[in-house]
């Protein structure tokens, strides 16, 4: 999620119409490979890479993870 609004932001602009009402957008995405894939990706992080704190690590991974399958399907 901190990586969708904060890098990707592929929903920004519906989201900014729908501000002023107060309310979320009618449509939605259909569900996606991506956050399962980047998900997915942070838990083996986590549980593999024995160096630092792992938590840590599985939250930089999945971050990573999401942004760079995000801007590969947008190229």
């Known amino acids: 999620m901190i990586a969708e609004y904060y890098v990707v932001r592929r929903h920004r602009a519906a989201l900014e119409r729908t501000r002023s009402a107060g ?3 009618p449509e939605v995405e259909p569900l996606s490979l991506r956050p399962l894939l980047a998900w997915s990706g942070g838990v083996a992080a986590g ?3 024995h160096a630092g704190i792992p ?3 599985a939250l ?3 971050f990573l993870v999401h942004v760079a399958l ?3 399907n947008a190229a």
């Open 47 to 49: 549980y593999l890479i």
């Open 55 to 57: 938590a840590i690590n």
């Open 70 to 72: 995000s801007w590969r």
């Open 60 to 62: 930089l991974c999945g």
């Open 23 to 25: 309310s979320l957008p």
